[in-house]
């Protein structure tokens, strides 16, 4: 198994371009969620899913989109980067039976935006 | 709300020294409690977990014990490494499967 992975691992953008972090596991997990991590902030929420076709907001969901068509793949959508969404985004996943919260992150993405 | 404090890093210590990671929680109920590790460059990955009062997980020499008295779930280790520098979080399971994370504790080991 590949766990969970992400790509880019890294990015640069100018304000107001658009990307998507790519996220996927292929351990058959029900449950997804991105997170970004800031220096002395810990980990906040972005968005997550609880299965294919269910998403919600988190913590922290303005200026971010996802959706979830397949149980695999989970991506995050950035509409208009702004400098302060400059941050490392880890994706992650939960669900294997009897676990419902050991959560497994990809490797993350580093994004700078300028 | 539910909630998780940390004590502040860093923490410096020498190789073999004692560790201690402060923690304690606020919640209602019993939620389950976990340690989480970050390694440099990486992904958090599950480092031990209690699910009820007065539990203890334990992992690579890592202990932590559910005490529901002083809501705390303190993060110890008898003799460290270089190897175990890396930032530490301790999390407690909430509602849609989502964790309620601490802050974060980088953890420096020097030689």
């Known amino acids: 198994n590949a766990g969970v992975t992400q790509t880019p691992k890294f990015q640069v953008l100018k304000t107001g371009q658009s990307m998507t972090l790519q996220c996927a596991q292929d351990?058959?997990?029900?449950?997804m969620s991105w997170y970004r991590q800031d220096p002395g902030m810990g980990l906040r929420l972005i968005h997550y899913s609880v299965g294919a076709g269910i998403t919600d907001q988190g913590e922290v969901p303005n200026g971010y989109n996802v959706s979830r068509s397949t149980t695999e793949d989970f991506p995050l959508r950035l509409l208009s980067a702004a400098p302060s969404q400059t941050s490392v985004y880890f994706c992650?996943?939960?669900?294997?039976?009897?676990?419902?919260?050991?959560?497994?992150f990809g490797p993350g993405t580093r994004l700078t935006v300028t | 709300g539910d909630s998780v404090t940390q004590m502040e890093g860093p923490v410096t210590l020498s190789e073999e020294a004692f560790l201690t990671i402060n923690c304690t929680y606020t919640?209602?109920?019993?939620?389950?409690l976990f340690w989480y590790v970050q390694y440099p460059g990486e992904g958090l990955q599950l480092l031990l977990k209690?699910?009820?009062a007065d539990d203890k997980g334990s992992n690579k020499g890592f202990e932590a014990t559910y005490r529901k008295e002083t809501t705390s779930f303190h993060l110890e280790k008898g003799s460290v490494q270089v190897s175990d520098s890396a930032v530490y979080f301790c999390a407690l399971g909430g509602s849609n499967y989502q964790l309620i994370w601490g802050a974060g504790t980088k953890l420096i080991i020097k030689p």
């Open positions: 351990m058959n997990h029900e449950y």
């Open positions: 992650a996943s939960t669900g294997s039976p009897g676990q419902p919260y050991e959560q497994y």
């Open positions: 209690a699910t009820k």
């Open positions: 919640a209602t109920g019993y939620p389950s």
